[in-house]
């Protein structure tokens, strides 16, 4: 089975001011101190919060990312953010797609791709988000939502440009509701992933980009999700505002 680098990653959403975020970093640092046994770990705080860890994360085990981006480079777009400038924020990552973005700003997915190119032009690793909601689930449409956001999503991008593409599968009914997809639920949308990956884009590609799981992970239940084959990691919300929550999930092959 291709090895694949696990990415447990924080998404902040609205929280934290600059200096509490450089307060978390430095105790999310002090409790990794030990290493992540081979687990690659990344937070998103708020745009006006970045610079106040990169610097901090610098040369650590800790990634830094982004919440979202405008696909031009510059400008006359008032309170956008340009890729080139997540770079030189020090950032590595960014998130497009979240649900909350197509849901309360109403992203579409030909908006979603513009940012995907946008970001891997500027040398940025996104993070593909997709998933479907309770309605779409009960309705049976999972499968093809997840098509749907995949194949326009990624529409037109070379398999070469994809590589470092994150994709995290994100069923909206379990974001920041306490309800978690079961493992077998978390795995059989992670497979299906996988194969649409494989059929539609590249089988090489499909073997080794990651998939993560987000909706209400907590440390609890990640090392029973992690267990999955097809799940690489995990997109975490709320349980990534406390460094010492997080810092479990980062560590769940540690016993406690």
Known sequence: MEQRTPLI?????????????ADYARRLLALLSGGTAGVEAMIAPPFTA????????????????AQNLHPEKQGAFTGE???????AAGCR???VGHSE????????DEGVRLKITAALEAGLDPVLCIGETATEREAGRTFSVLDNQLKNGLEGLIPDRLRKLVIAYEPVWAIGTGKTASSAQTQEAHAYIRSQIAEGVEIALSKSIRILYGGSVKAENIAELMSMPDVDGA????ASLDPDTFSRIVLYQRPW
Do not use: C, H
Request: no cysteine; net charge positive.
């Open 50 to 65: 970045l610079s106040a860890v990169a610097d901090l994360l610098a040369g650590s085990p800790v990634a830094l990312g």
């Open 9 to 21: 990653a924080g998404n902040w959403k609205m929280f934290k001011t600059g200096p509490e975020a």
């Open 235 to 238: 997109l975490v919300g709320g």
């Open 101 to 108: 973005r197509r849901q309360l700003f109403g992203e579409t």
């Open 93 to 95: 990552y960014v998130l």
């Open 81 to 87: 953010i340009s890729a080139p400038m997540l770079v």
